[in-house]
């Protein structure tokens, strides 16, 4: 059973940054590739940024894209959200997850239902 724990959460004020972990552990991280999703109470969850197994395609959300950076460090077995210039909206439950691929480089889903494993979410506050 994979287990995966994300940290780095907070509150921070609008305009400003945090970097989210997401650590994995009783499997190698090269074996999957990563997807960040977001959750906000009453909302559904919802697609972030994803990345293949290689590191070498990263997938973004519109709502994000140039303002958050996903990597991974497979000899660290975790992976990272850099969420810079955070706005009001961003404020959620982020959650990491992961999902075996069979090419390094296989296109990653946006769909929540096609990841195997889930993070039990860190929380994410960005006040006005």
């Known amino acids: 059973q994979v287990q995966l724990v994300e940290s780095g959460g907070g509150l921070v004020q609008a305009g400003g940054s945090l970097r989210l972990s997401c650590a994995v552990s009783r499997r190698s991280l090269n074996n999957f590739g990563v997807a960040w999703f977001r959750q906000a109470p009453g909302q559904e969850r919802e697609f972030v940024s994803a990345i293949s197994r290689s590191g070498g395609t990263m997938y973004y959300d519109d709502s994000v894209k140039g303002r958050f950076t996903i990597s991974r460090d497979n000899d660290r077995n975790t992976a990272y959200l850099q969420m810079n210039t955070l706005k009001p909206e961003d404020t959620a439950v982020y959650y990491c997850?992961?999902?075996?691929?069979?090419?390094?480089?296989?296109?990653?889903?946006?769909?929540?239902?096609?990841?195997?494993?889930w993070g039990q979410g860190t929380q994410v506050t960005v006040s006005s």
């Open positions: 997850a992961v999902k075996r691929t069979i090419l390094s480089d296989q296109r990653m889903s946006r769909a929540p239902t096609d990841y195997e494993y």
